[in-house]
């Protein structure tokens, strides 16, 4: 079973293909999502409200671990992170990756083992790096020069930390220039082209408080296509088989980081886990065949495909307009909860709920309820005509990089996460109120 062919519900037509394979169409235009109707989480949890589909979410980890059952698979926690969250991916036996001191205590306090967890950035504070010490992560990412030694010293007499390297294996990939991090000429890793992860690579070794224990590699995010993994793959093994030979250092560990794309509307295309499954296990196979070395553990980091698909957002709309030739429908969501058209130009299929209607699509403009132009949550899409003030929209494929990137602009507060389970709705997240803004300004 891939990602993208998790079994469709009874109902789902094409036009429901991107929605939690949970979803089933209900009278009246409505529709359930995880035996739930969304009009009924509206009503009762208010709108913007996004709505996360446990089992989903569950499904998607059980697919990476059906796909790759040798390899380890560490849910990003960027994507998403919440306590439930936390518990779903354990309970699936899954390990985490993070890149923060508060992504990591939030798991931790959870009750996420630290073993499992790997930390990440690029720019990692004293506060990271003392939390992942504190808590004992499994593994810590280095991705600069000068991280070595703050970690050994970090470390203390006695101690020693798991690490691996990140590393530029020069390859582009991703849906925008914003998330491509496999090429040289971006913030993040060592690049292999002009020597530095060579070098980082000979400092860890040099550093008993260090234990080296692999290599790792994030070419980017949304890529639907197998290729580019196979190409950074032969790379990354190329630079393990010339640390063995400078070093006589076999690393046991292969860490290629996520990146998996999916579909935002019906039709596009997405990564398809099980071929990425079983060509990198080849590639893999044949490359370290190839090099005399053993194959090391894959390890790889999936966070939008695992929650990105199980999560809807819903809105209200408060306005509609014409202007020029456009028809704006105003919700009262926006960029402050999902910011992600406005940076990488990403298009949503956003659908009617709640009420059947007869009239003629209209091409029309999603908006939200912020103070810029630029506050497009869905450009040109088709709506009913008649859609009008009080109306519900439902955009689904919202579970990944939204409320993680949500802002307090214009102080509207971000919305709360409901997770929807057999038939039962409970509140994950709370709605922010004006009451936790103000409790934060304590000046005046
Ligand atoms: N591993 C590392 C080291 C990463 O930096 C990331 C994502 C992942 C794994 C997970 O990638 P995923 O499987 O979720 O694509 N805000 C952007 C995406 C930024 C991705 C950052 N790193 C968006 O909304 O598209």
Not at 195 to 222: D, K, N
Not at 407 to 422: D, K, L, Q
């Amino acid at each position: 079973m891939t990602v993208t062919d998790l079994p469709d519900a009874p109902t789902a037509a094409g036009e429901l293909s991107v929605w939690p394979a949970s979803t089933t169409l209900l009278p009246h235009g409505d529709l359930a999502v995880g035996g739930v109707s969304l009009t009924e989480i509206a009503d009762r949890f208010g709108t913007p409200a996004y709505v996360l589909d446990e089992g989903e979410v569950r499904d998607r980890c059980r697919a990476y671990r059906a796909a790759l059952p040798e390899a380890g698979v560490l849910y990003a926690a960027k994507a998403f992170l919440s306590r439930a969250m936390v518990r779903w991916v354990e309970e699936e036996g899954l390990g985490l990756d993070v890149c923060s001191a508060g992504e990591l205590e939030l798991a931790v306090t959870a009750g996420f083992p630290a073993g499992r967890i790997v930390l990440h950035g690029n720019a990692k504070s004293p506060r990271d790096l003392e939390a992942a010490l504190r808590l004992g992560v499994g593994r810590i990412v280095i991705d600069s020069p000068s991280e070595v030694a703050r970690i050994a010293a970090a470390v203390g007499p006695g101690g020693r930390q798991k690490v691996l390297v990140r590393v530029v294996p020069g390859v582009s990939a991703g849906g925008h220039a914003k998330i491509r991090t496999g090429t040289e000429g971006q913030k993040f890793g060592l690049s292999i082209a002009d020597g530095s992860a060579q070098h980082a690579i000979a400092r860890v070794l040099g550093q008993p408080r260090l234990e080296l224990t692999g290599l790792h590699c994030h070419i980017g995010s949304q890529i639907t296509e197998v290729k580019p993994y196979l190409v950074a793959l032969r790379r990354m093994v190329g630079l393990m088989a010339r640390v063995r030979d400078a070093h006589g250092v076999v690393l046991p560990e292969l860490d290629m980081g996520g990146g998996h794309g999916i579909a935002y509307r019906p039709g596009e295309p997405a990564l398809d886990l099980t071929a990425l499954a079983r060509r990198m296990r080849t590639g893999l196979d044949e490359a370290c065949a190839a090099a005399g070395l053993p194959v090391p553990r894959l390890v790889i980091e999936p966070g939008r495909a695992v929650v990105g698909p199980a999560g809807v957002a819903l809105y209200r709309v408060l306005a509609v307009k014409r202007t020029g030739e456009t028809v704006f429908a105003a919700v009262d969501g926006g960029m402050s909860d999902n910011p992600r058209p406005a940076l990488y130009g990403v298009r949503y299929a956003p659908r009617l709920i709640g009420r059947h209607s007869t009239a003629d699509p209209r091409r029309t403009t999603v908006v939200g309820r912020h103070c810029e132009a630029g506050d497009i949550l869905a450009g040109d899409v088709e709506l009913p005509g008649d859609v009008h003030p009080g109306d519900l929209l439902a955009v689904p494929v919202a579970g990944a990089y939204q409320l993680s990137m949500a802002s307090g602009y214009n102080m509207v507060g971000r919305p709360p996460v409901i997770a929807v389970h057999a038939g039962t709705a409970r509140t994950l997240v709370r709605r922010e109120t004006l009451d936790d803004v103000r409790r934060r300004d304590i000046g005046g």
